[in-house]
């Protein structure tokens, strides 16, 4: 009797406190960037023409909302129209799923350079780890339009304004995204949502076009989609200086500590760093060690759970020199010993040759620095397996 008065209020506190028993939590995300060269830009102006972008998500859920930014921009961005489909192939959508989104009541929307907007919150049946569309149709754009240019998965502009209903005439195709960078469902509070920044490995290097199969993408899979994974991969990226786009020291709060509703955090970066030593790697070294251990008590004061990710084998690539394997070595023995990260992911056991682990194995490698299909599928199932201890 008393058992079943206690279920009748926690079942009364749930209904009368609805609210606080949800959150925002991301399903996908990706970290922007400006421009790196003229091919991140498309031949054709966005300008008064509409783009299709795919996007593959962890989570599902009935309530979304989505992000859109000019953070990386110096200019306005105008917007006539955004709306939602589930994909289909290539260009094609389920128009019978499409649902416009809106900003404030309203349909279009001008962001400020600098600047991102949320879309109002929308109704909508979206399926754990099912491909969705995004469809843009601008105004005037920035000269410069804030990107990211390692998407994996190809997007389309077609000249002019698009509907639901309209067949969709490409004029071209493009493997960047733009202006998007989130999308949240309303979960319950106990939903885990897993935010992993890293560099090229992360981004999918090595990973098939449209495939959606880096290790992120993977590690979403097998964890049955009942985890959030937010991809926050760079190509090219540095932990603490160099390399292509803001280092992970500079853009942690913005691309991994802002995501709403994360859990736990993954760190996976480094190789870049240790690739561009140019002395006997001392420095390289602490400072490396350094921006971890800024990286964990900045989730730690948050209440975030984080792992560190060994690096993994350079042998064969143009990185690879004694002292830069030491560095290597020496880096991935704090992160495995150390006791600062509540949990180590050790990709590098996970795809080192047996006989030589300073090397990939030859079957999970796509040009010994990143893996192939298989070396992310490899990572991807590790990654879920350590996450779940």
Same mark, same amino acid.
């Given at each position: 009797m008393k058992k079943a008065i206690v279920m009748s209020v926690l079942m009364l506190a749930v209904c009368l406190?609805?609210?606080?028993?949800?959150?925002?939590?991301?399903?996908?995300?990706?970290?922007?960037?400006?421009?790196?060269?003229?091919?991140d830009m498309p031949k054709t102006a966005l300008d008064g023409n509409s783009l299709r972008?795919?996007?593959?998500?962890?989570?599902?859920?009935k309530k979304l909302r989505l992000r859109l930014s000019n953070e990386m921009s110096t200019q306005p961005v105008e917007i006539k129209s955004v709306y939602i489909a589930d994909a289909g192939d290539g260009t094609d959508i389920d128009a019978g799923t499409a649902a416009y989104l809106t900003f404030d009541g309203k349909?279009? @929307? $001008? +962001?400020?350079? *600098?600047?991102?907007?949320?879309?109002?919150?929308?109704?909508?049946?979206?399926?754990?780890?099912?491909?969705?569309? @995004? $469809? +843009?149709?601008? *105004?005037?754009?920035?000269?410069?339009?804030?990107?990211?240019?390692g998407s994996r998965t190809t997007s389309y502009i077609m000249s002019g304004e698009s509907a639901p209903e309209s067949i969709y005439n490409v004029t071209e195709k493009l493997e960047h995204w733009y202006n998007i960078s989130a999308l949240e469902v309303e979960a319950p509070a106990g939903t885990r949502c897993i935010a992993c920044i890293g560099n090229s490995i992360t981004d999918g290097r090595g990973s098939t076009t449209d495939r959606q199969n880096r290790w992120t993408d993977v590690m979403a899979e097998t964890l049955g989609g009942e985890v959030g994974v937010l991809n926050l991969g760079i190509g090219g990226n540095c932990v603490v200086s160099g390399g292509i786009s803001e280092p992970a020291v500079k853009r942690f709060g913005r691309d991994v500590l802002a995501q709403q509703g994360i859990t736990d955090i993954i760190v996976f970066e480094g190789v870049n760093d240790i690739g561009g030593i140019k002395d006997d790697g001392a420095e390289r070294t602490r400072a490396l060690i350094e921006a971890y251990r800024d990286f964990?008590?900045?989730?730690?004061?948050k209440g975030i759970r984080i792992y560190g990710g060994t690096i993994t084998p350079i042998r064969n690539t143009s990185y690879w020199s004694d002292v830069r394997e030491k560095v290597r070595q020496n880096v991935n023995e704090w992160i495995r010993t150390s006791g600062n990260f509540d949990g180590v992911i050790d990709f590098e056991k996970a795809v080192a040759d047996p006989q030589a682990p300073d090397t990939?194995?030859?079957?999970?490698?796509?040009?010994?620095?990143?893996?192939?299909?298989?070396?992310?599928k490899v990572l991807g199932?590790?990654?879920?397996?350590?996450?779940?201890?």
């Amino acid at each position: 009797m008393k058992k079943a008065i206690v279920m009748s209020v926690l079942m009364l506190a749930v209904c009368l406190g609805g609210k606080a028993q949800t959150k925002w939590v991301g399903t996908w995300a990706t970290a922007v960037e400006r421009p790196f060269s003229e091919g991140d830009m498309p031949k054709t102006a966005l300008d008064g023409n509409s783009l299709r972008q795919v996007i593959h998500v962890s989570l599902g859920g009935k309530k979304l909302r989505l992000r859109l930014s000019n953070e990386m921009s110096t200019q306005p961005v105008e917007i006539k129209s955004v709306y939602i489909a589930d994909a289909g192939d290539g260009t094609d959508i389920d128009a019978g799923t499409a649902a416009y989104l809106t900003f404030d009541g309203k349909k279009s @929307v $001008t +962001i400020e350079d *600098g600047e991102a907007v949320y879309t109002d919150a929308v109704t909508y049946n979206l399926k754990p780890l099912q491909l969705l569309t @995004v $469809t +843009i149709n601008y *105004g005037k754009t920035p000269e410069k339009a804030t990107t990211h240019r390692g998407s994996r998965t190809t997007s389309y502009i077609m000249s002019g304004e698009s509907a639901p209903e309209s067949i969709y005439n490409v004029t071209e195709k493009l493997e960047h995204w733009y202006n998007i960078s989130a999308l949240e469902v309303e979960a319950p509070a106990g939903t885990r949502c897993i935010a992993c920044i890293g560099n090229s490995i992360t981004d999918g290097r090595g990973s098939t076009t449209d495939r959606q199969n880096r290790w992120t993408d993977v590690m979403a899979e097998t964890l049955g989609g009942e985890v959030g994974v937010l991809n926050l991969g760079i190509g090219g990226n540095c932990v603490v200086s160099g390399g292509i786009s803001e280092p992970a020291v500079k853009r942690f709060g913005r691309d991994v500590l802002a995501q709403q509703g994360i859990t736990d955090i993954i760190v996976f970066e480094g190789v870049n760093d240790i690739g561009g030593i140019k002395d006997d790697g001392a420095e390289r070294t602490r400072a490396l060690i350094e921006a971890y251990r800024d990286f964990v008590r900045l989730a730690h004061s948050k209440g975030i759970r984080i792992y560190g990710g060994t690096i993994t084998p350079i042998r064969n690539t143009s990185y690879w020199s004694d002292v830069r394997e030491k560095v290597r070595q020496n880096v991935n023995e704090w992160i495995r010993t150390s006791g600062n990260f509540d949990g180590v992911i050790d990709f590098e056991k996970a795809v080192a040759d047996p006989q030589a682990p300073d090397t990939f194995r030859k079957e999970l490698q796509s040009d010994w620095l990143h893996p192939n299909a298989e070396g992310y599928k490899v990572l991807g199932k590790y990654a879920a397996e350590a996450v779940q201890k």
